[in-house]
C-alpha cells in the first residue's frame, strides 16, 4: 500500500512545509532546533561525567561562599549567559 517515497512526493512534501510555516520562519526554527540539540548533547555529556566523578566533601561549616555563579545555555552561545547572585535565606526553618 505505502510504497517508497519518490523525488514528486519529497517535492510537494516540502511545498506543504513551507506554505504552512512560511519561508521566514523555516531558518529560525532550524536554529533553534540545532540549539536544542547542542544544549542536550552537552547535558547528557554533563550527567555522563557526573556519574564518573565520585562527590566532593562538604565543607565543615554552615556558612556558603557568596560567589556567583554563571548560568550558561549551549556551549559558545555567550550572548545568553549571565552572572546569578545566590539567594540568602537568613530564617531557620
Known sequence: MFGRLGAPEIILILVVIILLFGAK????MARSLGKSARILKSE???MKEEGNTAPAPAPATDEQPSAQRTIQ????DVTSSRPVA???DTTKR
Do not use: F
Open 25 to 28: 520562519k523555516l531558518p529560525d
Open 44 to 46: 547528557a555529556k554533563a
Open 73 to 76: 545555555a549551549a556551549p559558545g
Open 86 to 88: 545566590e539567594p540568602t
